[in-house]
């Protein structure tokens, strides 16, 4: 159980919400930036709202929806990317006590289809025609939707029954204060549909006490001595539950100064432009700026070998630093390392200023967290779900590499008797919308059941062995963890992602992808510059050196769990894709379709 009592926060946030603590954000700090954008006319500069600007438009959001009928307890659908507009929207709703859903751009019309329906969402509002064009093809079966607004409505005008969204700033400004003050605890702030990989998605009811409960522990969990201007890049989906958190909830009430980047592919560049002080990412985003940073060092062996050698001495002193035990000769060391090699790394990549670095959603190699770690920024690994509002472990001040953290303040952590982890504290949400039995199913006698496995070590710290229903068996009857043997595959310095594969199989092989970046640069040193991933993926020194990270890999596991045969793949997986959920989230069932063939191959004539 962490230190802090589930009742002491629940009495600090006792009949709070998130748009009562926007105001007072508001009336403590009025001009401080809260929203920027990227502006297309003029290079390297930004829109950029404050505190001020934001509840104003907030306000005349909140008016134009009230005129459209919007009343508490009704829906809103949102489907845009990350930029301004989302915040205002949401928060506008927030303050009707309407609940805003933001489902993922990449839905299709059936998943539109399914979601709002599921939701009731009488009201839309989408960024452009692509998305507004899927909600056209289903509209005649969702009944319930009464308005659909677009954001970038085009000169040519709309179809019938389509507005621009624009026309929701043309009815005056609500009075946010009262409005505020009339929302309540209960009220639900948002419903965050679940990814689906194991039937059809769920809508996951989020409370505002939750909302409130759950910025309180990260707070807690947090060493800045102010929250307010913390420069942070929303760039994941504001349909994810992570997302949400960082850059929307913990924003309108910490105030964080929030630069919203529409596109992944734009992050890099986002990154060097905004220096963000904390930043959420998927195992994925840390992993690509490991390999990038890798393999351009790569280019110059002389360099390379000098980073590597320093990297050894500086993994070691942070070792040192978690066990208490670093001296003043190493922590003099490790400064000067920093001074000569880590500190103009992380200038290059934009990382320099990052205070907190966070990774979550998927289990991190070991190795890529420890590197980021040893060069001087700190990047600690978090684990929750949609269904604890986000948050259950994280521990970024006493980080211990290989493990999610302790449980956060505010709650209790502890395994069931099959090693399952649960979970209490008032962040679990409130239930899955019109499906109590599956709600009964997840939340037995107060406590979330998380579906993975785990094991806690003597002080509280949690290590997540495996989902339990992605647990491989093999034929033989053993159960064997996916993703810790996913996660040290995407070690070998030419892989970016695999897929462990064995469900009842005699043995296990692994689908493993290069990682675009390093296979340029080996291709570079190795005199085969143009190639292509898809062209070094057949390659027989490509072959080799990949098997040799697997003969590697395989000594970390016991021989049942070791792979016994992989299949090279050149095409990276996408998120948002057959194999990939817009998390960069492996969906093995996309996986086992794909690459049929391919495992088939691999197990002919030995299964």
């Known amino acids: 159980m962490s230190s802090t009592s589930i009742h002491e926060i629940d009495a600090i946030v ?114 452009d025609v692509g998305f507004m064009d899927r909600i056209l093809q ?24 389509v ?96 630069y919203c980047c529409p596109d992944l592919s734009q992050l890099s560049s986002y990154l060097k432009a905004v220096r963000p002080e904390i930043l959420f990412g998927v195992p994925r985003v840390w992993e690509k700026i490991y390999n990038g940073v890798n393999g351009a060092l790569s280019l110059d062996p002389e360099n390379k070998a000098r980073f590597d050698d320093g990297l050894v001495t500086a993994l070691a002193i942070k070792e040192a630093e978690r066990r208490g035990t670093a001296t003043k000769e190493q922590l003099d060391t490790w400064a000067f390392l920093d001074a000569v090699a880590f500190a103009p790394v992380r200038a290059l990549v934009g990382l320099d200023a990052v205070q907190v670095g966070v990774t979550g959603a998927a289990p991190i190699p070991r190795p890529v967290l420890e590197w980021f770690n040893a060069i001087g920024i700190p990047l600690s690994e978090i684990y929750g779900m949609s269904e604890s509002s986000g948050p259950m472990t994280w521990s970024p001040n006493s980080n211990r590499p290989g493990t999610v953290g302790r449980s956060i303040p505010g709650s ?32 037995i006698n107060g406590w979330l059941h998380s579906g993975d496995i785990g094991k806690l070590d003597d002080e509280g710290y949690l290590t997540i062995i495996d989902r339990k229903k992605e647990l491989i068996i093999t034929s033989g009857g053993k159960n064997i963890s996916p993703a810790n043997l996913e996660a040290a595959l995407k070690g070998i310095a030419l892989i970016g992602q695999a897929a462990a594969i064995g469900d009842n199989r005699r043995f296990c092989s692994a689908i493993l992808v290069l990682d675009p970046e390093a296979a340029s640069v080996w291709a570079l040193v190795h005199g085969r510059a143009g190639a292509t991933p898809t062209e070094l993926a057949t390659d027989p020194t490509v072959l080799a050196e990949v098997q040799d ?17 992989f299949t090279l793949i050149g095409q990276e997986w996408l998120p948002d894709s ?21 495992i088939e191959a691999m197990y002919k004539g030995l299964d």
């Open 578 to 598: 057959d194999v990939l959920t817009p998390t960069s989230k492996l969906k093995r069932r996309g996986v086992n379709a794909r690459y049929a063939v391919e």
């Open 163 to 258: 507005r621009a969204a624009s026309e929701l700033f043309q009815h005056g400004t609500a009075d946010l204060r009262a409005l505020a003050a009339a929302t309540e605890p209960s009220d639900m702030a948002t419903l965050i549909y679940t990814s689906g990989t194991t039937g059809p998605p769920k809508g996951v009811m989020i409370s505002q006490h939750n909302v409130v409960y759950t910025i309180e522990q990260l707070r807690r969990c947090i060493d800045f001595d102010t929250f307010v201007g913390k420069r942070a890049v929303s760039y994941l989906p504001m349909a994810h539950i992570a997302e949400r958190m960082l850059s929307h909830y913990q924003a309108i009430i910490l105030g964080y100064d929030v």
């Open 14 to 127: 006792a009949g709070a919400t998130a748009p009562k603590c926007f105001v007072e954000l508001l009336d403590a700090n009025p001009e401080a930036p809260a929203l920027s954008s990227m502006r297309d006319d003029v290079p390297d500069s930004w829109n950029t709202w404050t505190v001020t600007q934001f509840a104003e438009r907030a306000a005349m959001a909140a008016a134009g929806l009230q005129s459209c009928g919007v009343h508490p307890g009704e829906r809103v659908l949102l489907m845009m990317r990350n930029r301004p507009d989302f915040h205002w929207f949401d928060l506008a709703t927030q303050l009707l006590r309407a609940t805003p859903v933001s489902i993922y751009n990449s839905s299709s019309a059936e998943e539109i289809e399914y979601l709002a329906g599921d939701a009731g969402a009488e009201i839309a509002i989408v960024e």
């Open 549 to 565: 990270g697997v003969d590697k890999v395989n000594q970390q596991f016991a021989k049942v769990e070791q792979i016994k045969k």
């Open 138 to 161: 289903v509209r005649h079966n969702l009944p319930a939707l009464r308005h659909l607004f677009v954001i970038d409505a085009p000169a040519g005008g709309l179809p019938d029954g």
């Open 412 to 443: 209790e952590l502890a395994l069931a008797p099959d090693g399952e982890v649960i979970f209490s504290g008032g962040n679990v949400f409130q239930g899955y919308l019109g499906q109590p039995d599956k709600t009964a199913e997840t939340v």
